[in-house]
C-alpha cells in the first residue's frame, strides 16, 4: 500500500513538471502542434487523477463523523477562496493576450499562476467530490450508486469533449453534455439520508457549516468562471477547467439542499435522539442479560438505564416475593409485608430516592397503588401524583414528585417485580415513555430471571460436588478390601440408589478365629440414612470385638443407637459370626431380610426373630432377638443382602425372594464372585435395566471347610 501511494504521488508530480515545462517553451516558442496540445491535456487528466487515487489510498472515505469531515473541508475552501481572490484583486489583468480563441501568456509569471491556481482548484475539488460521493453513497439503495456512475461519466465526458479546444472556443456537445451533468446533479443532491442520522448538535453544526460551504463554493463558483482566474484555468487546462466548475456546481446544489433539509429536520432532533438512545439502551440492555450475573448489579443497571433514558427524576425497582417461595436466606433480607396477603417487597436499585422516602409514597401497612399493580398486573399511569389518594406525598415532596410510571415485571404469568419511575413534573409521562419502559421491564425480567437461573445452577453444582464427594467417603466406609482367609470365600457388593444410600455392610476378623459378617440397611434413602449408616459402622467396629455372641451384639447396638436415633427411623441389621475351622454359623437377625442358605440338596430361607434396631428399648427388644446356630456342610453357600434386591421393580412387580432361590438353584459349586455376578445380572434382566427405586447390598460367603 505504502509503495502504491508512493509511486501515485511520483506519477502525478512527473506530469506536473512535464506540464509546466511545456507551458514554459509554449510562451517562449509559438509552434502549432495539435497532437502535442491534445497528449498535454491528456497528461494533466493524468496528473490529477493519480492525485484523486492518492488521496484515495491515503485516507480512505469514511462517513462516520461527517461533521467533522464537512469542517474540514470549508476550511480548505476558504483557504483556496481567499487565495484566488487575492489572486483576481492583485494580478496583473494583462497576463494573457487572446488570439483567435487562444490565450497567450506575457511571460512566464502567468504559466506559474496558472499551475498554481490550477493545482489550488485541483486539489479542493477532488477533496470536495471525494467526501459528496461517500454522503450520496450512505444508505444506498438500489439505483444509487447507478446514479452517481452516470453523473461521474458526463462529467468525465463533458471535460473530454473540450481536449483539442482552444481556451475561448466551445462546442454544442459540451454545452449538451454540461446540461445533462446538471440535470444529474440535482438528482443525487437529493440523497440526503445521512441527515437523518446526526444527532442534534450535529444537525446544528451541518446547518452552520453547510451555509458557509454553499457561500464559499458559490464565490468559488464566480471566480472561476471570470476574470483573471477563469484565464488561468482555461490556459492551464480547458477540461479540468470543465470539471472544477462541474463539481464547485455540485457542491453548491448539494449543500443548498442539505441545509434546506437540515432546517426541517432540526426540530425533529430531540425526538430522534431519544429514540437513538432508547434502542442503544435496549441493545446494551439485551448484551447485560448474558454478560452480568451478580443480581445487585443487574439491578443497578436496569434503574440506571430506565433514569437516563425515560429522563426520569427517580428511580428503583422492588423485587416481588411470594410467602410460599420465602427460604431462609430471603427471609433474613430486608422484605416487608405488601398489604396484599401472601406477598413480600424487597427494595432495590434506588437512584436519587431513599427507602424512607419510598415508605412514605407507599406506606407497607396500608393499600397503595403497589396492591392496585399486583393484582391488575399491567403499567399504571399516575399523571398528577399530589391528587392521586393512592399515594402520600409530603408537602415537601410536593415539589419533586409531579408524576410516576409503575410497570410490572412479569414471568411466565408471575410477577417478579415492580418498576417505578417519577418526574418532576404533572402529566410528565407520555404513551412512548410508558412502552418504553414496558421494554425495559420486559429486559429486566429476561435479566433477573437469568441471573436466578445461574444462582440455581451453581447451587445445584454446588450440591452435586458435595454429593459426589459424600458418596466418595461412604464408598470408604464400606470394606476397601474383603478378607483373605483359609476356608472361605467371600465377595461383595453395595450399590446406593441415589448419590448416598442407608445400606450398609462390613466384615470383620475376630479372635478365636471367628469371622463377622454384618449387612444392615436404614429406614429411607440419601443423606440421612447415609448419616445413620456411617454411625453403625462406627458401632459395629467397636462392639464386635466385646461381644462374640450375636445378639448380645444387637442388644448393646439397639441400646447405643436408641439414644440418637430418630423414632421415625429405624435399623433392620442382620449379623453372622461363622468360626473358620468347625464352620459353625451362629446368626442373629434385627428385623432384616432372611438368610439365604444353599446346601447340596437344598436352598432355604434362615428366619430368626427379631425386630428393627431403633424401634424398641428394654426388655421388648431382648425379647424379640432370636440367636440360631447351624453348621455349615463345606461348599455351603450363605447369602446376605437388602431388601433393594427381592423389591427391584419391573413394573408392579418385584423380583422377589422366589426368584432369588431359582436364581442359586445350582450354583452352590460355582465361586461366590459368579454366584455374586450371577445374582445381579438376574435382577438387572428382570427390571430391563432401569434405575433402582432403593439401595442394594449383596454379601455372598461360601465355606469350603477346614483349611479349604
Given at each position: 500500500?505504502?509503495?502504491?501511494?508512493?509511486l501515485?504521488l511520483?506519477?502525478a508530480?512527473?506530469?506536473?513538471v512535464?506540464?509546466?515545462?511545456?507551458d514554459l517553451?509554449?510562451?517562449?516558442v509559438?509552434f502549432q502542434?495539435s497532437?502535442?496540445?491534445v497528449?498535454r491535456?491528456?497528461?494533466?487528466?493524468?496528473?490529477?487523477?493519480?492525485?484523486y487515487?492518492f488521496?484515495?489510498?491515503s485516507?480512505?472515505?469514511?462517513?462516520e463523523n461527517?461533521?467533522?469531515?464537512m469542517g474540514?473541508?470549508l476550511?480548505?475552501g476558504?483557504v483556496?477562496?481567499?487565495m484566488?481572490?487575492?489572486?483576481?484583486l492583485?494580478?496583473?489583468?494583462g497576463?494573457?493576450?487572446?488570439?483567435e480563441?487562444?490565450?497567450?501568456?506575457?511571460g512566464?509569471?502567468?504559466?506559474?499562476l496558472?499551475s498554481f491556481v490550477?493545482f489550488?482548484?485541483?486539489l479542493?475539488?477532488?477533496?470536495?467530490?471525494?467526501?459528496?460521493?461517500d454522503?450520496?453513497?450512505?444508505?444506498?439503495?438500489?439505483g444509487?450508486?447507478?446514479?452517481?456512475?452516470?453523473q461521474?461519466v458526463?462529467?468525465a465526458?463533458?471535460?473530454?469533449?473540450t481536449?483539442?479546444?482552444?481556451?475561448?472556443?466551445t462546442s454544442?456537445l459540451t454545452?449538451?453534455?454540461?446540461?445533462?451533468?446538471?440535470a444529474m446533479?440535482?438528482v443525487n443532491?437529493?440523497?440526503?439520508s445521512?441527515?437523518v442520522?446526526l444527532?442534534?448538535r450535529g444537525?446544528?453544526?451541518t446547518l452552520v457549516?453547510?451555509?458557509?460551504?454553499?457561500?464559499?463554493l458559490t464565490?468559488l463558483?464566480?471566480?472561476s468562471?471570470?476574470?483573471?482566474v477563469?484565464?488561468l484555468l482555461?490556459?492551464?487546462?480547458?477540461?479540468?477547467r470543465?470539471?472544477?466548475?462541474l463539481?464547485?456546481?455540485f457542491?453548491n446544489v448539494?449543500?443548498?439542499?442539505?441545509?434546506v433539509s437540515?432546517?426541517?429536520h432540526l426540530?425533529?432532533?430531540?425526538?430522534?435522539?431519544?429514540?437513538?438512545?432508547?434502542?442503544?439502551?435496549?441493545?446494551?440492555l439485551?448484551?447485560?442479560?448474558?454478560?452480568v450475573?451478580?443480581f445487585h448489579?443487574?439491578?443497578?443497571t436496569?434503574?440506571?438505564?430506565?433514569l437516563?433514558?425515560?429522563?426520569?427524576?427517580?428511580?428503583w425497582?422492588?423485587?416481588?416475593?411470594?410467602q410460599?417461595?420465602l427460604t431462609?436466606?430471603?427471609?433474613?433480607?430486608?422484605?416487608h409485608?405488601s398489604f396484599?396477603e401472601?406477598y413480600?417487597i424487597q427494595?432495590?436499585?434506588?437512584k436519587?430516592?431513599?427507602a424512607?422516602?419510598?415508605?412514605?409514597l407507599?406506606?407497607?401497612g396500608?393499600q397503595?397503588?403497589?396492591?392496585?399493580?399486583?393484582?391488575?398486573?399491567k403499567?399504571?399511569?399516575?399523571?398528577?401524583?399530589a391528587t392521586?389518594?393512592r399515594?402520600?406525598v409530603?408537602?415537601?415532596n410536593?415539589?419533586?414528585?409531579g408524576s410516576m410510571v409503575?410497570?410490572?415485571?412479569?414471568?411466565?404469568?408471575?410477577?417478579?417485580?415492580?418498576l417505578?419511575?417519577?418526574k418532576?413534573t404533572?402529566?410528565?409521562?407520555?404513551k412512548?415513555?410508558v412502552e418504553?419502559?414496558?421494554?425495559?421491564a420486559d429486559h429486566?425480567?429476561m435479566?433477573i430471571e437469568?441471573?436466578?437461573?445461574?444462582?440455581?445452577?451453581?447451587e445445584?453444582?454446588?450440591?452435586?460436588k458435595?454429593m459426589?464427594?459424600?458418596?466418595?467417603?461412604q464408598?470408604?466406609?464400606l470394606?476397601?478390601?474383603?478378607?483373605?482367609?483359609?476356608?472361605?470365600?467371600i465377595d461383595?457388593?453395595?450399590?446406593?440408589?441415589f448419590?448416598?444410600g442407608?445400606?450398609?455392610?462390613?466384615?470383620v476378623h475376630?479372635?478365636?478365629?471367628e469371622l463377622?459378617i454384618?449387612?444392615?440397611d436404614?429406614?429411607?434413602?440419601g443423606?440421612s440414612?447415609?448419616f445413620y449408616?456411617?454411625?453403625v459402622?462406627g458401632i459395629?467396629q467397636?462392639?464386635?470385638?466385646?461381644?462374640?455372641?450375636?445378639?448380645?451384639?444387637?442388644?448393646n447396638?439397639?441400646e447405643?443407637?436408641s439414644?440418637?436415633?430418630d423414632r421415625?427411623s429405624?435399623?433392620?441389621l442382620?449379623?453372622?459370626?461363622?468360626h473358620?475351622?468347625?464352620?459353625?454359623?451362629?446368626?442373629?437377625r434385627?428385623?432384616?431380610?432372611p438368610?439365604?442358605l444353599v446346601r447340596e440338596?437344598?436352598i432355604?430361607?434362615?428366619?430368626?426373630?427379631?425386630?428393627?434396631?431403633?424401634l424398641s428399648?428394654?426388655?421388648?427388644f431382648?425379647?424379640?432377638i432370636?440367636e440360631f446356630s447351624l453348621q455349615?456342610?463345606p461348599?455351603?453357600?450363605c447369602v446376605?443382602?437388602?431388601?433393594?434386591l427381592?423389591?427391584?421393580?419391573?413394573?408392579?412387580?418385584e423380583?422377589?425372594?422366589?426368584?432369588?432361590?431359582?436364581?442359586l438353584s445350582?450354583?452352590?459349586?460355582?465361586?461366590?464372585v459368579?454366584?455374586?455376578?450371577?445374582?445381579l445380572?438376574?435382577?438387572?434382566?428382570?427390571?430391563?435395566g432401569q434405575?433402582l427405586?432403593?439401595?442394594?447390598?449383596?454379601?455372598?460367603l461360601?465355606w469350603?471347610?477346614?483349611?479349604?
Amino acid at each position: 500500500m505504502r509503495i502504491r501511494r508512493i509511486l501515485t504521488l511520483t506519477g502525478a508530480m512527473i506530469l506536473m513538471v512535464i506540464v509546466v515545462a511545456l507551458d514554459l517553451v509554449r510562451s517562449s516558442v509559438d509552434f502549432q502542434l495539435s497532437g502535442l496540445i491534445v497528449a498535454r491535456d491528456l497528461m494533466v487528466i493524468g496528473s490529477f487523477s493519480l492525485l484523486y487515487f492518492f488521496l484515495e489510498l491515503s485516507d480512505p472515505s469514511k462517513t462516520e463523523n461527517v461533521v467533522r469531515r464537512m469542517g474540514l473541508i470549508l476550511i480548505a475552501g476558504v483557504v483556496v477562496t481567499l487565495m484566488m481572490s487575492a489572486v483576481s484583486l492583485l494580478g496583473d489583468q494583462g497576463s494573457f493576450e487572446a488570439k483567435e480563441g487562444k490565450l497567450l501568456p506575457l511571460g512566464f509569471k502567468a504559466v506559474f499562476l496558472a499551475s498554481f491556481v490550477t493545482f489550488g482548484f485541483a486539489l479542493l475539488c477532488i477533496l470536495l467530490f471525494r467526501f459528496l460521493r461517500d454522503l450520496v453513497l450512505y444508505k444506498r439503495r438500489r439505483g444509487t450508486r447507478r446514479n452517481l456512475i452516470i453523473q461521474m461519466v458526463l462529467m468525465a465526458a463533458t471535460g473530454v469533449s473540450t481536449i483539442g479546444l482552444d481556451p475561448l472556443d466551445t462546442s454544442v456537445l459540451t454545452s449538451v453534455l454540461f446540461g445533462l451533468t446538471c440535470a444529474m446533479i440535482v438528482v443525487n443532491a437529493f440523497r440526503l439520508s445521512w441527515i437523518v442520522y446526526l444527532s442534534k448538535r450535529g444537525k446544528i453544526f451541518t446547518l452552520v457549516y453547510g451555509f458557509f460551504l454553499f457561500s464559499v463554493l458559490t464565490v468559488l463558483n464566480a471566480l472561476s468562471h471570470s476574470g483573471l482566474v477563469n484565464q488561468l484555468l482555461l490556459y492551464y487546462s480547458h477540461p479540468v477547467r470543465e470539471l472544477v466548475g462541474l463539481t464547485l456546481l455540485f457542491g453548491n446544489v448539494y449543500y443548498g439542499m442539505a441545509f434546506v433539509s437540515t432546517l426541517f429536520h432540526l426540530p425533529t432532533a430531540d425526538a430522534f435522539e431519544r429514540k437513538a438512545t432508547e434502542i442503544t439502551s435496549l441493545h446494551d440492555l439485551g448484551k447485560l442479560i448474558t454478560r452480568v450475573f451478580d443480581f445487585h448489579e443487574l439491578i443497578d443497571t436496569v434503574t440506571a438505564m430506565t433514569l437516563q433514558v425515560c429522563e426520569a427524576r427517580e428511580c428503583w425497582l422492588e423485587i416481588v416475593h411470594r410467602q410460599r417461595d420465602l427460604t431462609k436466606g430471603t427471609a433474613d433480607a430486608n422484605l416487608h409485608a405488601s398489604f396484599t396477603e401472601g406477598y413480600w417487597i424487597q427494595v432495590m436499585g434506588m437512584k436519587n430516592i431513599g427507602a424512607d422516602e419510598i415508605e412514605q409514597l407507599f406506606p407497607f401497612g396500608r393499600q397503595t397503588i403497589r396492591d392496585l399493580l399486583i393484582q391488575e398486573r399491567k403499567a399504571l399511569v399516575v399523571d398528577d401524583v399530589a391528587t392521586d389518594r393512592r399515594i402520600r406525598v409530603s408537602q415537601e415532596n410536593r415539589t419533586r414528585t409531579g408524576s410516576m410510571v409503575v410497570v410490572p415485571l412479569i414471568s411466565h404469568t408471575e410477577l417478579i417485580g415492580i418498576l417505578y419511575a417519577t418526574k418532576e413534573t404533572e402529566y410528565g409521562f407520555f404513551k412512548d415513555d410508558v412502552e418504553m419502559i414496558s421494554a425495559f421491564a420486559d429486559h429486566a425480567t429476561m435479566a433477573i430471571e437469568n441471573s436466578r437461573l445461574i444462582d440455581k445452577s451453581l447451587e445445584r453444582e454446588r450440591l452435586v460436588k458435595e454429593m459426589s464427594l459424600a458418596q466418595e467417603m461412604q464408598k470408604r466406609l464400606l470394606p476397601q478390601r474383603l478378607p483373605q482367609l483359609p476356608g472361605i470365600q467371600i465377595d461383595a457388593t453395595s450399590t446406593p440408589a441415589f448419590e448416598v444410600g442407608g445400606d450398609y455392610y462390613d466384615v470383620v476378623h475376630l479372635k478365636g478365629n471367628e469371622l463377622g459378617i454384618v449387612v444392615g440397611d436404614v429406614s429411607g434413602k440419601g443423606m440421612s440414612a447415609a448419616f445413620y449408616m456411617s454411625e453403625v459402622k462406627g458401632i459395629f467396629q467397636s462392639l464386635s470385638r466385646i461381644y462374640s455372641s450375636p445378639r448380645e451384639f444387637l442388644l448393646n447396638a439397639n441400646e447405643v443407637l436408641s439414644g440418637s436415633i430418630d423414632r421415625r427411623s429405624f435399623i433392620s441389621l442382620i449379623y453372622a459370626v461363622i468360626h473358620l475351622q468347625t464352620g459353625r454359623l451362629i446368626i442373629s437377625r434385627a428385623g432384616h431380610c432372611p438368610m439365604l442358605l444353599v446346601r447340596e440338596n437344598e436352598i432355604g430361607y434362615i428366619r430368626p426373630s427379631g425386630m428393627g434396631l431403633g424401634l424398641s428399648e428394654g426388655s421388648t427388644f431382648a425379647g424379640a432377638i432370636e440367636e440360631f446356630s447351624l453348621q455349615l456342610d463345606p461348599g455351603d453357600v450363605c447369602v446376605f443382602y437388602t431388601d433393594g434386591l427381592t423389591e427391584a421393580r419391573n413394573g408392579n412387580d418385584e423380583f422377589g425372594y422366589e426368584r432369588l432361590v431359582e436364581c442359586l438353584s445350582g450354583m452352590r459349586n460355582k465361586d461366590t464372585v459368579v454366584i455374586k455376578n450371577s445374582i445381579l445380572e438376574s435382577v438387572r434382566s428382570f427390571t430391563s435395566g432401569q434405575p433402582l427405586h432403593d439401595d442394594l447390598t449383596l454379601v455372598v460367603l461360601k465355606w469350603c471347610g477346614p483349611g479349604g
